[in-house]
């Protein structure tokens, strides 16, 4: 059994000034063996090489310099029964802007075949994300994190490594965006691995020799998306090809949101005719349509409406609004800007809100497993939240609060620089689609997840609806 924990790394200083602090090298996709990344690794070859239908993923850097485990690793005390240990850690960027930082675990039996029970998995993925991880900086200030905590000192550390400047503590960047990990699990046919977890089951790869399945977990306030692969026999091949494609797409989504919300509150704002508009340009034309793009075997499937299910969505008010910008603004040439607007309507139907749907919230805080949230086949109620939006309903009219919570959604994009923001933010995104949808039940379950951010802005702003929405919400 192979658990992979990837972290997205966004990068989009090459649209900006911020490009000249940048080092040049390595050359990503096509970076020279033994190249040395600061305080990271150098570049080695992919054991089992990458893809063809990806370029350059048979080079990746080898990142246990940069990825230590602080007292070295002996396993979880708490699951003797399983021999865990690290395989892997390593770093690749796509040259453009979406990179990502992988660690794989190994989970064998202690003793006969693995045969794990669906608590076992749970507390499995419990430990993984509370794996202590020590990042080399000298500062000690920076001490080792859990993995679930990691995304802001890994911006920073990222920050560090590719910067031509050494500091110690990075300034913030609005520009480099660490993303929550995702979990990878791949069993294979001789391996027993039950679920707690109710999910999307995609049966439509079945006939390929493989099973794969989606859900979603929270852990500490935070949800993490989690794919289970199981391979038959004779099948290993479509598995992996199926395994990277899933990895990479999930870190070219992260890169390609960043990049569209940050053209939308001018983090980047290239001049018309620029050498950064024309990079901005190259991107949207060359590089974008492959965060759409799936391998022959897997292009009949509903895989990019699951890996575009997000809770940091683009509003569709806000697609139209970056269509504006590329055209009058930044003056992308005709022929590329067409090309864009048909992206820009694709994510914009291809997104999903991971409160709708298929859409499956486990929480496995503690030593609790219970199923907090179900898809659409299923409704299981949150009675205080039932109790909450009972007792407010009356007070409050959902058109006026949709439009407040518009107005918050555009500000908290302006403000926030850190992972825990961001996710209050998709929080609040979330709000807002469900007071559009009229369901007052929706916006407090949402609003219940975010916090004193949120709160603050919405009373820095005179939002005086959303702040009492908040309130209540906050107190269920």
């Given at each position: 059994?192979?658990?992979?924990?990837?972290?997205?790394?966004?990068?989009?200083?090459?649209?900006?000034?911020?490009?000249?602090?940048?080092?040049?090298?390595?050359?990503?996709?096509?970076?020279?063996?033994?190249?040395?990344?600061?305080?990271?690794?150098?570049?080695?070859?992919?054991?089992?090489?990458?893809?063809?239908?990806?370029?350059?993923?048979?080079?990746?850097?080898?990142?246990?310099?940069?990825?230590?485990?602080?007292?070295?690793?002996?396993?979880?005390?708490?699951?003797?029964?399983?021999?865990?240990?690290?395989?892997?850690?390593?770093?690749?960027?796509?040259?453009?802007?979406?990179?990502?930082?992988?660690?794989?675990?190994?989970?064998?039996?202690?003793?006969?075949?693995?045969?794990?029970?669906?608590?076992?998995?749970?507390?499995?993925?419990?430990?993984?994300?509370?794996?202590?991880?020590?990042?080399?900086?000298?500062?000690?200030?920076?001490?080792?994190?859990?993995?679930?905590?990691?995304?802001?000192?890994?911006?920073?550390?990222?920050?560090?490594?590719?910067?031509?400047?050494?500091?110690?503590?990075?300034?913030?960047?609005?520009?480099?965006?660490?993303?929550?990990?995702?979990?990878?699990?791949?069993?294979?046919?001789?391996?027993t691995v039950r679920s707690n977890f109710n999910?999307?089951?995609?049966?439509?790869?079945?006939?390929?020799?493989?099973?794969?399945?989606?859900?979603?977990?929270?852990?500490?306030?935070?949800?993490?998306?989690?794919?289970?692969?199981?391979?038959?026999?004779?099948?290993?091949?479509?598995?992996?090809?199926?395994?990277?494609?899933?990895?990479?797409?999930?870190?070219?989504?992260?890169?390609?949101?960043?990049?569209?919300?940050?053209?939308?509150?001018?983090?980047?704002?290239?001049?018309?005719?620029?050498?950064?508009?024309?990079?901005?340009?190259?991107?949207?034309?060359?590089?974008?349509?492959?965060?759409?793009?799936?391998?022959?075997?897997?292009e009949n499937s509903d895989l990019l409406d699951?890996?575009?299910?997000?809770?940091?969505?683009?509003?569709?008010?806000?697609?139209?609004?970056?269509?504006?910008?590329?055209?009058?603004?930044?003056?992308?040439?005709?022929?590329?800007?067409?090309?864009?607007?048909?992206?820009?309507?694709?994510?914009?139907?291809?997104?999903?809100?991971?409160?709708?749907?298929?859409?499956?919230?486990?929480?496995?805080?503690?030593?609790?497993?219970?199923?907090?949230?179900?898809?659409?086949?299923?409704?299981?109620?949150?009675?205080?939240?039932?109790?909450?939006?009972?007792?407010?309903?009356?007070?409050?009219?959902?058109?006026?609060?949709?439009?407040?919570?518009?107005?918050?959604?555009?500000?908290?994009?302006?403000?926030?620089?850190?992972?825990?923001?961001?996710?209050?933010?998709?929080?609040?995104?979330?709000?807002?689609?469900?007071?559009?949808?009229?369901?007052?039940?929706?916006?407090?379950?949402?609003?219940?997840?975010?916090?004193?951010?949120?709160?603050?802005?919405?009373?820095?702003?005179?939002?005086?609806?959303?702040?009492?929405?908040?309130?209540?919400?906050?107190?269920?």
């Open positions: 059994m192979l658990i992979t924990v990837q972290f997205p790394i966004c990068d989009i200083r090459r649209f900006s000034e911020e490009d000249k602090s940048k080092l040049p090298y390595p050359v990503w996709p096509m970076a020279e063996f033994g190249t040395y990344i600061r305080s990271t690794g150098k570049i080695i070859a992919r054991p089992l090489g990458g893809l063809k239908s990806w370029v350059g993923e048979n080079k990746v850097c080898d990142a246990k310099n940069a990825l230590k485990f602080p007292s070295g690793f002996t396993g979880y005390k708490s699951l003797p029964q399983y021999k865990v240990k690290p395989i892997f850690r390593r770093f690749y960027f796509d040259g453009k802007i979406s990179g990502k930082y992988e660690i794989g675990f190994e989970i064998k039996a202690a003793s006969g075949k693995l045969n794990i029970s669906g608590h076992e998995l749970s507390s499995l993925i419990l430990e993984v994300l509370q794996t202590k991880i020590k990042l080399p900086f000298s500062s000690q200030t920076d001490k080792p994190r859990a993995i679930n905590e990691l995304p802001a000192s890994l911006r920073k550390f990222y920050t560090f490594s590719t910067s031509y400047y050494s500091p110690i503590a990075s300034p913030k960047n609005k520009l480099i965006k660490a993303s929550p990990p995702l979990i990878f699990i791949e069993t294979s046919s001789n391996e999910v999307r089951n995609f049966t439509e790869f079945n006939n390929l020799g493989v099973n794969l399945n989606h859900s979603y977990l929270k852990h500490s306030n935070s949800i993490y998306r989690i794919w289970h692969l199981h391979t038959q026999t004779g099948s290993y091949k479509i598995a992996r090809e199926l395994r990277l494609t899933l990895l990479r797409l999930n870190a070219f989504r992260e890169g390609l949101l960043f990049l569209v919300n940050s053209i939308l509150t001018k983090a980047i704002n290239p001049a018309p005719f620029s050498d950064f508009s024309s990079e901005l340009q190259l991107y949207f034309n060359k590089v974008a349509p492959l965060c759409f793009k799936l391998p022959k075997n897997f699951v890996i575009y299910q997000t809770e940091n969505q683009v509003m569709s008010s806000e697609i139209q609004e970056l269509k504006e910008i590329m055209k009058d603004v930044i003056q992308f040439r005709q022929q590329i800007l067409s090309k864009t607007e048909k992206l820009l309507d694709m994510l914009k139907d291809k997104q999903g809100d991971i409160v709708m749907g298929d859409k499956i919230k486990t929480d496995i805080s503690g030593s609790n497993h219970n199923v907090v949230g179900v898809g659409k086949d299923v409704v299981v109620e949150n009675v205080n939240i039932s109790q909450a939006w009972n007792d407010n309903k009356d007070k409050i009219d959902l058109d006026k609060l949709s439009q407040e919570l518009e107005l918050l959604v555009k500000k908290l994009k302006e403000e926030g620089s850190e992972p825990e923001q961001f996710q209050e933010l998709s929080q609040v995104a979330t709000a807002h689609k469900e007071s559009i949808d009229n369901n007052g039940e929706g916006v407090f379950s949402a609003l219940s997840k975010t916090g004193e951010w949120s709160l603050g802005i919405a009373k820095q702003i005179g939002l005086g609806l959303v702040t009492s929405a908040i309130s209540a919400s906050l107190s269920t």
